[in-house]
């Protein structure tokens, strides 16, 4: 039996949430360093003690599952309602689509003045209207930031949010997740065989049924009482051993070669662990994620993982791989250089195009703060 962490009475913040993705979010600034550092992905030389580095993917997958746990954790304390939907897409695009479109522009100056991404074509006209449209999962274009593709397959699973819910309202969370989950199935399974089911999976298909794991595991705010019993954390270690097996035992190459499936069988391992940090267990990883480093981390995570990308291009490239010896120097280099460098640029980032956004809903709240911090 363990301790739970005491929650305040509000329905303030959940303890560790943030900190999840701040962690997330620095795990993909290391993946991208470790990948500019040993090419040729996902075959490689780069030292045994490194190779976990590789997965960044994965933190993905715990992006998406988060995202769909904390955008229900409101809906599952009042009876899986959300209230007008018109307002959910708004207040959406609004805490999402400043920072992005900014990240974007940045993006595309770095591309087009410094150095493009890594074996990409300098970015075109059409490639910055793909990306400022949130369409880059479904045409092809040249890339000007290697991490922007998740975001376009987030903001389509913003728009059949409201219609999970209302199955999960109606009919269930087991119905919900089943229709889901068996939905992806088949378009994975169909893939290999019809052409037409295959340009479904451009679209990263597996994410709708990580999305849906995570609402559905928001649940246990329902009950914070008997979910608070229960061995989240417990069975969250039980799903994720055999994955975490099948990942060493089967290599880079295939693993990286069976996302699609990978991706699913993490889902759930992914949703039970955060259905234990929501109910403050195990307490010692809850007090970790919620130090303030950890915290504060996550409070800008998103603009980390927006803008990251561009600098760790131009500090491996330009600075670190000219002047040092390739492997194991250049990637301890660049790790000295480029995460600090990222984490500053991103917390200066967001204090202008992320945080404001969160604290003011609307553009005139937004403008009374402007005025009154110029007065």
């Not at 793909?130 to 987030?154: C, H, K, R, T």
């Not at 504060?296 to 803008?307: E, H, K, N, Q, T």
Request: aromatic fraction near 12%; proline fraction near 8%; charged fraction near 10%.
């Amino acid at each position: 039996m363990g301790l739970t962490v005491e929650r305040p009475a509000t329905r303030g913040r959940l303890a560790g949430l943030d900190g999840l993705r701040g962690l997330a979010a620095l795990f993909v600034v290391l993946h991208h360093c470790w990948l500019l550092t040993w090419p040729g992905f996902p075959v490689n030389d780069s030292p045994g003690w490194t190779k976990w580095l590789l997965y960044g993917h994965f933190a993905v997958v715990v992006f998406i599952v988060l995202s769909g746990f904390s955008l229900a954790v409101s809906p599952a304390r009042s009876g899986w309602r959300l209230g007008s939907v018109r307002t959910f897409f708004q207040r959406r695009a609004w805490r999402i689509l400043p920072p992005y479109w900014a990240a974007l522009l940045f993006s595309l100056v770095i591309a087009w003045a410094v150095i493009p991404q890594p074996g990409q074509q300098p970015p075109t006209g059409q490639s910055a209207l793909i990306y400022g449209l949130l369409l880059q999962d479904v045409f092809g274009s040249p890339s000007p930031n290697g991490a922007m593709w998740s975001i376009a397959v987030e903001a389509q699973l913003y728009l059949v949010f409201p219609l999970m819910l209302l199955v999960l309202r109606r009919w269930g969370a087991a119905l919900m997740l089943g229709a889901v989950t068996l939905i992806v199935v088949a378009v994975g399974a169909l893939a290999p065989a019809v052409p037409a089911v295959e340009l479904l999976m451009r679209l990263t298909p597996q994410f709708a049924a990580l999305f849906a794991i995570g609402a559905v595991c928001a649940g246990v705010l329902r009950t914070p009482e008997e979910s608070g019993r229960a061995a989240w954390h417990w069975y969250a270690a039980a799903a994720a051993a055999p994955v975490l097996l099948l990942v060493v035992a089967a290599g880079p190459v295939w693993v990286v070669g069976n996302f699609f499936w990978v991706d699913l069988a993490i889902g759930p391992a992914a949703g039970l662990l955060l259905a234990g940090v929501a109910s403050g267990r195990p307490v010692w990883l809850v007090r970790l994620l919620d130090t303030r480093p950890v915290r504060r981390l996550g409070s800008f995570s998103y603009s980390l993982y927006l803008i990251h990308a561009p600098l760790v291009v131009m500090i491996n490239r330009l600075v670190v791989a000219p002047r040092t010896p390739p492997g194991m120097p250049t990637f301890l280099l660049t790790l000295a250089l480029a995460v600090p460098a990222c984490i500053a640029a991103a917390w200066l980032f967001a204090s202008v195009f992320e945080l404001p956004f969160q604290r003011h809903r609307s553009w005139k709240g937004l403008r009374e703060a402007v005025r009154a911090r110029v007065r």
